[in-house]
């Protein structure tokens, strides 16, 4: 079972952006947060998610695999580095890869950036800021066990489809308990290519269907 | 309560310590490789020194992070009983006004408000500002001077303003912004209880079976009490949440009811009237324990659902869906915060969830009684030493002969020198309008933009003579002065606060002030020394007033006497009363089914519903309420100058339903029978299509409060910010919010400039809109 990570609960979240605020001031991101707070479902709901890095696992991040410099570093631990500065050209290849969404351009520094999961806090075995300060848990730090002892009846994913490619991550992301899939669909359906109306067929290939696991 | 605080003795400045990782942490994964020592955060010499932040109610347990020069330059979460490490973001950023460019560092001062600030010296300013006290004191009499204290002080400051009023300035006229807080609650519970205070700490959150919410945004006001929610709903608990607005929180709850503004009493009339029909009251608990619940019973009598329904604009079957699902639980708890408050009949909003919750034998039980949430960081303990205009030390009241004589004693004054009952902050407005008040001081308060009714304001401040301000930003309020006294922020001085558990927690000092930078215990002392009562003011610090404050609440319902900083450094908070110092606090109130009333028992109170003060009319068919946003604190004065604040929310909008036909950003003009102001739409449909919603921590051109009305509840006199009547219509162009006044030669902090033209509304945790963000 995975170790100590971060657990996504968009049911908790209250769009609060402590999040932000807490990445911000981690030391290794040099005053800028490396959070999303998505909304998804604006204009008829208040639903929010924070949205980090998910360290993919399987394949292995597929921002690291497409990087033409080699910038970015998988640790041992299997955390996803944000970008070596002295070797990132803001190519942006990460950006287009990532299949959450995540990598952010600094298109004046011509430099990625994104969640290195904290690495100066969890490397000294504190938890990442994000985590830490969460008002409400959305964003939660430890094992599975420790989520489920504290969340009765909790359950998580850490395996995500886009069309036939599966995705495994480090981070994981709560999903409602009577709606558990495995792998959770993500990324929204095709439904139209060169004008013509693809939903049909789509849904008969089983995933990339609507992101039953966020609610 | 225990200390859960693993790291260190707090109030003392510890070195960063691995010691400090959460009970069990580990590196990532659990994978190791990574040495120790390599991000070593103690590198530099820096130190963390246990405090609290500085803004809300809920008080939470932070640490500064000190340089080895002593200043502060960061913050760590702190693993307190309180907050448990979590943090919202305007704790996050608070740190950051301590060594702020607009900081205040030396007194400023005009003779008259045409003339530009310049920078005195402290005897200039001292002796000026007694020269005029004297002035207008001797034209017009004592009572021609008044001072305006804040809840966001240290207790030991509140309890010296209401000495400072009553002894040094010998007037009645002393009142306090957190008149604009909490006094309904505070009232509400006085009258049923005999106590001022919630009868439940946070902690029984986590044991109840349903958990009403009631006017209270509790995702964005006091972010990190959602733990506590969601915390309960792991157990099982069901959430009801009454608001207009579908907030996040109200969002998941498993009723929510979004009532017509200005329409609780009659909702919770008519819930404890299906109660008494559907037999779900506590007949025992209320025959033992209670006074007045005939006439109650038969007061809801005449809110059947049915009328209820139609008042409140609600479907009459959630009525009795919350009346089963309250009453029908095993534990209840209800909390509520300014909501039900800021009402013309806010003490009667507030008596009718205490009559719900007595009715159904939800009191003084683990996981079931009731609370009410604290807006500002010291709302509770800020009146609880005298501050309020008819309150003496401990609670007690100032008309109260033998409460005179104790006060007077402690104090060493003549009983027949101490002023009666002086008005309410609202009223001392219209007083100065009317000259009656001449001269003021306000010390930690900002009515420019959190008093209803700006105009009125603007129109009390410019008509006072000599007028004397506290703080250490230039508010809005202080650019109006004639005299700035600049004071140190919070983490360069030492002292309590009172969270709304009424835990008394100890903030310490992290570094020291500015060269110039006194701090508000300092000038009143001076002041007082000035005035002729230096003797009754002998202050060097902190700890030397609070050692008073102890001795003048003993024995009282407020009673500090048993807690001391060492206990409070040891115990992480303890909750009055507490009259020993072997005493542990009270941090639940009637586990034995007796109140502080003489007669133990709780006063039910007959509660009518009444319309609002400000009638609808075809020309104003809306409601107009007002709230808060996450990123920003009451009046602004602190938050609008923290960049990463002011770029999460930079201005204001109006909340409106997508039935009104504007698109998200429009410009629309917001009028009501004070005045008219232009701001962005952000179409929602979390919002009542007969309701629109403006924050209200920006001055005008963009200020919620030049719009809402300065009508006041009748006894506790809060004003009626949540409800005037409204009307919006499209505009041109939104009004440019106006950038934070700052001191001659002082630079404003380059990233408030972040979005300020943008004329998108943010993207607001509450109600964003149907357009793409920006």
Known sequence: MMGRTIFIDPGRCIGCQACVSACRECDSHRGKSMIHLDYPDEGHSVASLPTVCMHCEDPVAPCAEVCPADAILVTADGVVQQADTTRCIGCANCVNACPFGVPKIDLQAKLQMKCNLCYDRTAYGLAPMCATVCPTGALFYG????????????????????????????????????????????????????????SEANSNKGGGGRREGVR | ???????????????????????????????????????????????????????????CGMYLRVDRGGKVFGVEPRNHDINRMRLCPKGINAYQQVNHPDRLTAPLMRKNRDEEFREVSWEEALDHTVAEIRRIQG??????????????????????????????????????????????AAGANKLAFGIDRAGNPFSDILLTDCLLIAGSNVGECFPVMTQYLWGARDRGATLIVIDPRETAVARTADVHVALKPGTDSAFFNAVLHVVVAEGLTDEAYLAAHTTGWDEVRKTVADYPPSRSATICGVPEEQIVQVARMFAGAGKAMAWHARGVEHHSQGVENCLSIINLCVATGNIGKPGAGYGTITGQGNGQGGREHGQKSDLLPGGRSITNPEHRRQICEIWGVDEAELPLAGTSMMEMVWQMQRQEIRGLVGICNNPFVSLPNYATVKDGYDTLEFHAQFDFFLSETAANAHVVFPVTVWAEDEGVMANAEARVVKHN????????????????CELAKRLGAGDKFDFPDSRSVFEELRVASAGTVNDYY????????????????????????????????????????????VVEWHPPMDPYSEEYPLSLTTGRTVAHFLSGNQTRRLGALVEQTPRPWVEVHPSHGFRNGDPVRVVTRRGSEVFPALVTEAIRPDTVFIPYHWPVPTAANALTIDALDPRSKIP?????AARIEAAERVDEVPAPPTAPGHRAYPETQVSRTD??????????GTAERS
């Not at chain 2, 000092?509 to 009143?524: C, F, H, I, L, N």
């Open chain 1, 143 to 198: 094992t599975l066990e420790e989520l489920q002892a504290e969340r009765p009846g909790v359950q998580v994913a850490d395996s995500f489809t886009f069309g036939s490619t599966t995705v495994t991550t480090g981070v994981a992301m709560v999903v409602p308990a009577d709606k558990v899939q495995w792998p959770v669909p993500g990324g929204l359906p095709v439904v139209e290519i060169n004008g013509v109306d693809v």
């Open chain 2, 1 to 59: 309560m225990t200390a859960t605080d693993p790291v260190t003795t707090p109030g003392r400045p510890v070195p960063l310590d691995p010691s400090l990782a959460p009970p069990g942490t580990r590196n990532f994964r659990d994978a190791g490789g990574i040495p120790a020592d390599r991000w070593h955060a103690d590198q530099n010499g820096e130190t963390l020194v246990p405090t609290h932040c500085c803004f809300c109610g809920v008080q």
């Open chain 2, 139 to 184: 034209e017009y009499g004592n009572d021609a001077f008044g001072l305006l204290g804040g809840a966001s002080l240290f207790s030991e400051k509140t309890y010296l303003v209401g000495k400072f009023a009553r002894v040094a300035l010998k007037s009645r006229h002393v009142d306090y912004n957190g008149r604009l807080c909490m006094v309904s």
């Open chain 2, 509 to 524: 000092k992290a570094q020291e002030p500015p060269a110039g930078v006194r701090t508000d215990t300092w000038v009143m």
């Open chain 2, 562 to 605: 048993g807690i001391t900083y060492e206990r409070l450094e040891e115990t992480g908070g303890i909750a009055w009363p507490c009259p020993s110092t072997e005493h542990p606090g009270t941090p639940r109130l009637f586990e034995d089914g007796r109140t502080y009333h003489a007669d133990g028992k709780t006063h039910m109170q």
């Open chain 2, 720 to 724: 009626e910010y949540k409800v005037c």
């Open chain 2, 759 to 768: 004329p998108l509304p943010p993207t607001s945790p509450q109600g964003r």
